[in-house]
């Protein structure tokens, strides 16, 4: 397993990061019901995963039902005895609850998620803790004072951002930077052979601000694992088939072609689509780590080989040629002038 610095911070973290909204069995309240692993998979699948040298978890408050998620992670950590291992990232943001104060990000509501979180994991501090989609109804100054204060306190250690437009992410790294408050380290972002959004202006963002950049979805919901096939429905129990619309938004002619260049570079390694997706992220500028998720341990054995995979630039070439994609105004506008005038 390779290590990286997360970002301008001393922090290292495997390339390979295990995320965990699958951990729980949710009820049908949540999004997550039906498509979740019960606690004792949960745990093995945590357990083989420090075996195998991932280092870095991923969770959420809003992960299963009132934070199920964890619930389940807490008490791993207290029966593994395998905190100190662990760089624990987690994230706050969305509703938990009802009223008007139990979403946002302002500093009432982080005070209150921080210490929500900290008691369901059995935990005495976060290691990475992240906003997870910008807030537009609070001052992005009111939400770094707050987390700042809770770097100071010990509460947390580094903060990072998720979902974040690429003008107010680059809008808060000026902000602590000018008034010396704690800035993001990195930024959990979707981003996948399927998702190349983030290129146009995330990457090049987090290049000259030295932020890591966290791909999720990387599998682009379990689309890229090739267990689709094209004019097929999605295999009974997948988590594509129960998000049936979902599953139809994959049904184009480029989604198609990219999985088809998955599997012909997965043939040639002798690996898996769902090794050689997560192998092309972490050659992409800027990623640090990649998160991945299981329902089972032969889910995390298959994901375990990207770790291992090397690509050549002949592999990188054809898969972000098949993948390529609509720059969009006013990129492809500059690219074309640039390179003509």
Known sequence: MEYRKLGHSGLKVSTLCLGTMTFGEADETSFMHGVGANEATSFAIMDKSLDAGINFFDTADVYGNDGLTERVIGKWFTQAKRRDEVVLATKFRFRMGEGPNNTG?????????????????????????????????????????????????????????????????????????????????????QYSLVTRDIEREHVPACQAHQLGIIPWSPLAGGFLTGKYEK????????????????????????????????????????????????????????????IFGARSVAQLDDNLKAAALELSEADMQQLDEASAFELGYPYGFMKDVQSRW
């Open 105 to 189: 990000a302002s500093r009432r509501r982080i005070v209150k998620t921080v210490e929500d979180s900290l008691r369901r994991l059995a935990t005495d501090r976060i290691d990475l803790y992240q906003i997870h989609m910008q807030d537009i109804d609070t001052p992005e100054q009111e939400t770094l004072r707050a987390l700042d204060d809770l770097v100071r306190a010990g509460k947390v250690l580094y903060i990072g951002a998720s979902n974040y437009a690429a003008y107010r992410l680059t809008q808060s790294v000026m902000t602590s930077e000018h008034q010396g408050l704690e800035r993001f380290i990195a930024l959990q972002a």
């Open 231 to 290: 004019d097929g429905a999605a295999p009974a129990g997948s988590r594509l088939d129960k998000w049936k619309q979902r599953y139809a938004g994959f049904n184009t002619p480029r989604n198609w072609a990219i999985l088809e260049a998955v599997k012909a570079v997965a043939a040639a390694h002798e690996s898996t689509p769902a090794a050689v997706s997560l192998a092309w992220l972490l050659n992409k500028p800027a990623v640090t780590s990649v």
